[in-house]
């Protein structure tokens, strides 16, 4: 092969490349937009949010996971109710709605031609920026 076609071929074969990282990029941004869209997920105080796709699974950030019971992740985005008993009705109402928009979340994103499947992760990045806040506004 001629140092011409090889280049060529090369060029052609890193734009593709590129070509698909961009198009991914593209998707998780337009999947994010459409759970911006939605006056349901948008107004919640945690805001789910694609953190990848590959192939036609999508990766939402959430809450909770096995390691994290849903009344710990809601004491930081509610702080106010942990004083509340184990049991009051506003840590169930609670836990719905979370469970309610995490599904309409889900909905939105499955909704895409091109997701089959949603997986969850917890966003430890969103715990640490909150740590990091208290930490920032019990220093003052």
């Known amino acids: ?58 990766t939402i950030s959430s809450l909770r996971s096995h390691s994290l019971s849903t009344q710990q992740a809601l004491s930081v985005v509610f702080p106010g109710m942990t004083h509340l008993a184990d049991t009051h009705r506003d840590w169930q109402k609670a836990e719905r709605e979370l469970a309610q928009v995490q599904a309409r979340a889900g909905d939105i994103v499955l909704a895409s031609p091109s997701i089959n499947r949603v997986r969850w992760e917890l966003d430890e990045n969103w715990y640490h920026l909150q740590f990091m806040k208290s930490q920032q506004h019990s220093a003052f």
């Not at 071929?9 to 198009?23: E, Q």
């Not at 990029?25 to 107004?43: H, I, M, P, R, Y």
């Open 1 to 58: 092969m001629s140092d011409r076609k090889q280049f060529l071929t090369v060029m052609i074969v890193a734009a593709l490349f590129v070509g698909w990282i961009a198009w991914r990029g593209f998707e998780v941004t337009s999947l994010n937009d459409q759970l911006k869209a939605d006056k349901v997920v948008s107004s919640y105080p945690y805001q789910h949010r694609v953190l990848r796709v590959e192939g036609d699974t999508a």
